[in-house]
């Protein structure tokens, strides 16, 4: 076969990125050449995300401007292909591929018959059809640090979310194939895993193969001993979901230093009302109780959350409870996403009464008090040494490098290419709201 050259662009969450990984894999082994510039390719594939609608609506425009490229074949991967199916031809009549979150196996399989010719070839099905998760090697985004999904899809149907409806029910990987790649990954010298899923808190492999030894009061708490164990030295790991995150966790995470201290809880509300009406399956005071048993642990642990404002009903007093837990928890970041309407999730059938510009305007507030309590949290930093796994050179600066500190900030310094993959001790001088600069200590 000819090297035919192909070109993927990939948005979203983690998942995607690892799905792109997977096809990459998998093309290169077929003989196909990945390349960077969309123009040289003959073969384009968007892997997208429909989680919001302003991320849908980047999916419609890029695959206008790379229409202009005139590939040979054009397709269309991820969760914006699974939900929109056949409907894409429609609005896309260019496109020749559109394969969804089940189908990811055989993409590589209807690129060829692409190849051959076969036109507008369509692979959707909402059934899972136990399409592995698992590729024996797969091409890294990074040389060092790796995304591990543990466990793919969700069942919890947060009214606002398509997430169930895109990537289907929650399918677990197997311990002893998750334990295996990370052995793997630490010995090819990757000093960094993250565990990721919708839900990790809801790992629940089949079968307890390769967590005998560990033990637990659930799955992932085995879980994580178990990958403690391989001695891989940084593990994170995300998403992980109020109601059940078991107190063993922090008590795994506490036993074990290569399990970082950081930890990412989406609460979503600080009001009661607005969670009933997203079907979260838990109350303020219940997510208080976590972040309290959080603080209580032996090692001190940076949370982090997601908060989504303007929620069909939610009122001016619903926000201010929001922010009140927002003051209260003190973040150490903040994701904030104004409510976008999906499409046959439970909640688009409610009237999205917030306005776009009240939207705006408590989207700003409560950015302002978060950048406030932010400000703080990484001023606090200044003068401690933290320990910063080097990934790359800084966007802003060539003789900065970046990386990340267990507690998942990112530190820039000066230094050069010899430190890339090191973890190195930086005394921080100085702190923005999003980030810490420093020197090596
Ligand atoms: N509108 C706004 N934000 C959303 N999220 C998920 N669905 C929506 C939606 N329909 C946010 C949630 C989730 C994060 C990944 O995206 O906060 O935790
Ligand atoms: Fe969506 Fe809720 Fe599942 Fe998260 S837990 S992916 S917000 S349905």
């Not at 040289?40 to 206008?64: D, W, Y």
Request: charged letters at 25%; glycine letters at 6%; one cysteine or more.
């Amino acid at each position: 076969m000819d090297n035919k050259k192909v070109y993927i662009e990939t948005y979203g969450c983690q998942m995607n990125v690892v799905d792109s990984e997977r096809i990459v894999t998998t093309l290169k082994s077929s003989g196909y050449e990945m390349t960077d510039e969309s123009s040289q390719a003959e073969i384009v594939l968007l892997n997208t995300c429909s989680v919001r609608e302003r991320a849908e609506q980047k999916v419609f425009n890029r695959l206008g401007e790379l229409r202009h490229d005139k590939p040979q074949i054009f397709g269309v991967m991820g969760c914006v292909a699974q939900l929109e199916k056949e409907k894409l031809f429609r609005r896309a009549p260019f496109l020749n591929l559109v394969v969804g979150t089940h189908a990811i196996d055989r993409l590589p399989s209807l690129i060829d018959l692409a190849v051959e010719g076969r036109q507008k070839l369509l692979d959707v099905n909402d059934e899972d059809e136990g399409g592995s998760l698992d590729v024996a090697e797969r091409a890294r985004s990074s040389r060092w640090t790796a995304f591990v999904p543990i466990i793919e899809g969700c069942n919890k149907f947060c009214t606002y979310c398509i997430v169930p409806y895109s990537r289907g029910r929650e399918k677990s990987r197997s311990a002893a194939t998750i334990i295996k790649e990370i052995d793997d990954l630490r010995q090819n010298g990757y000093q960094e895993v993250q565990l990721i899923g919708q839900n990790v808190n809801s790992y629940r492999p089949k079968t307890e193969t390769g967590l005998e030894r560990f033990s637990g009061d659930t799955p992932f708490s085995r879980l994580l001993r178990a990958v403690a164990a391989t001695k891989i030295p940084r593990v994170k790991f995300t998403t992980s979901f109020p109601r059940d995150f078991h107190p063993d966790i922090v008590a795994a995470l506490d036993e074990n230093n290569n399990l970082c201290n950081w930890i990412h809880l989406p609460v979503q509300s600080g009001s009661d009302k607005i969670l009933k009406a997203m079907r979260r399956g838990y109350s303020v005071s219940d997510y208080l109780s976590r972040i309290e048993a959080i603080s209580r642990a032996k090692r001190q642990y940076a949370l982090t959350t997601d908060i989504i404002i303007g929620f069909p009903g939610e009122s001016q007093r619903d926000f201010e409870d929001t922010m009140r837990l927002v003051r209260e928890c003190r973040f150490h970041s903040i994701y904030i996403f104004k409510y976008s309407m999906r499409p046959n999730t439970p909640a688009a059938k409610l009237y999205d009464d917030v306005s776009k510009s009240e939207k705006t305007a408590r989207f700003n507030l409560l950015e302002d008090v978060q950048r406030e309590i932010q400000n703080q949290i990484f001023s606090e930093y200044i003068g401690r040494d933290v320990s910063v796994l080097v990934e790359g050179f800084s966007a802003r600066s060539e003789r900065d490098l970046t990386g990340h500190t267990t507690c998942n900030k990112v530190v820039n310094f000066p230094g050069d290419a010899s430190l890339l993959g090191k973890t190195m001790s930086v005394t921080v001088t100085s702190a923005k709201s999003h980030s810490l600069y420093g020197q090596l200590s």
